[in-house]
């Protein structure tokens, strides 16, 4: 069988989530957690993931589309979940009848919606979004009362919460913390609005603003409610700062295994297009992932993966399948080693942060593109966490 898998470390999730719990309890109101399980859990497993967080006490789960909440509910996952990408042509009844959250941005989504849950005799969710400068999903501010009091006056639909997203959180540039800061400016304005105004007498249940780098940076983006994501699963939204965030673990390790080992003669050429010539006699090992598994093929000659807890360079380009390493340093290493391409392992720790930043690219893209022939094993959570 072919030897190119992830390990998904449950127990460093659990720990994440419980680490930002106790990060959150420091504020006078602890906000509500909705952790994003969506794209399959950043690729780490949706179903295991969910399960994980939903047992920690996380009740509501953000999701990108109705698919998604599907598989999870058909698993048993008994959590309210979020549809963060809206509602699509023909998914009313799906998701009235399954009693999911929509997020709505225009009033002739929210017509179709509430006209199929008057015909049925129930009431749908929703949260509405504004878009105060992420320039994707949501009402512009200007235009948001008069969208909120039409949307308000349908029937069969419930406005829950009020949302936004912020669009560079994770940037320390100056002029990106004014934006940012702008960003929580508008959507303040907004909420302290709705709660001085006769228009919000039935109350809003939630208002969330803040994902991961919110939460964690700006503690006035946080409200009553926020939806983390890239941080529960141990990355780092603010590379190559680590102030802080020295609680958090990788989750996911992603790992291959020597599958040849042969001994060149300097002067070789190495992969497509010969970008590698070897400069002395060399013993290189063939280990079994490429492109097609979700390495990216950007990934620069000379990024070091870990063999036995020792740098092993890239050699060439990534292949669709295969990948060539320089072993010449490392003569312990055997035909079965392990490689360890990010996360942590006993043999050591690989940020995924370096090599995204190698392959000119950002931790959720290498995540997320994890190929379908790539096994997950998953490592249990011990009876030791609970919920805090």
């Known amino acids: ?30 906000p509500e957690l909705f ?11 949706a179903v295991a993931c969910a399960k994980t967080l ?29 549809l963060l990408s809206g509602i699509f042509e023909g998914e009313e009844e799906e998701i009235v009848n399954n009693g999911f959250v929509s997020v709505l941005s225009d009033l002739e989504t929210a017509k179709i ?23 994707r999903l949501g009402v512009v501010p200007e235009q948001f009362a008069k969208l909120y009091s039409e949307i308000k006056n349908l029937s069969g639909l419930k406005i829950e919460g009020i949302m936004s997203h912020l669009s560079s959180a994770n940037s320390k540039k100056p002029e990106d913390i004014e934006y940012t800061q702008k960003q929580i400016e508008t959507f303040q304005m907004i909420h302290s609005a709705l709660q001085h105004s006769k228009e919000n007498s039935a109350g809003i249940r939630y208002f ?11 503690p006035l983006s946080h409200f009553n409610s926020a939806r983390p994501g890239l941080i529960l699963y141990g990355a780092n939204p603010f590379y190559p700062d680590q102030q802080g965030l020295e609680e958090f673990q990788p989750v996911m390790s992603l790992i291959s295994k020597i599958a040849l080992i042969r001994t060149l003669p300097s002067g070789s050429a190495i ?26 093929r950007a990934t620069k000659p000379g990024f070091g993966f870990l063999v036995r807890g020792k740098k092993a360079q890239l050699l060439g380009v990534v292949t669709m399948d295969l990948i060539m390493i320089d072993l010449t340093e ?23 942060e370096t090599l995204a930043e ?10 997320t593109r994890i190929g379908t022939r790539v096994k997950r094993e998953y490592i249990p959570c011990s009876e030791r966490l609970s919920e805090s």
């Open 1 to 30: 069988m072919r030897p190119c898998f992830v390990r998904i470390h449950l127990e460093r999730l659990s720990a994440n989530y419980l680490a930002l719990r106790t990060l959150l309890k420091r504020e006078a109101k602890e």
């Open 35 to 45: 952790p994003v399980v969506k794209a399959n859990a950043y690729g780490h497993g």
């Open 54 to 82: 939903f047992g920690l006490g996380a009740k509501t789960l953000c999701v990108a589309c109705l698919e998604e909440a599907l598989e999870l509910k058909q698993a048993k996952v008994n959590a309210d979940f979020i």
């Open 113 to 135: 919606l509430n006209r199929f849950t008057l015909r049925e005799g129930k009431r749908a969710r929703v949260h509405l979004k504004i878009d105060t400068g992420m320039g």
């Open 208 to 218: 969330h603003l803040a994902q991961s780098a919110g939460l964690l940076r700006y």
């Open 271 to 296: 992969s497509y297009g010969r970008l590698t010539t070897l400069k002395r006699k060399s013993r290189i090992g063939l280990v079994p992932i490429g492109y097609a598994d979700g390495l990216a």
């Open 330 to 352: 490392i003569p312990e290493a055997q035909i079965g080693d392990e490689v360890l391409i990010f996360g942590k392992e006993e043999q050591g720790l690989l940020q995924v």
């Open 358 to 367: 190698s392959a000119n690219t950002i931790p959720y893209e290498l995540f």
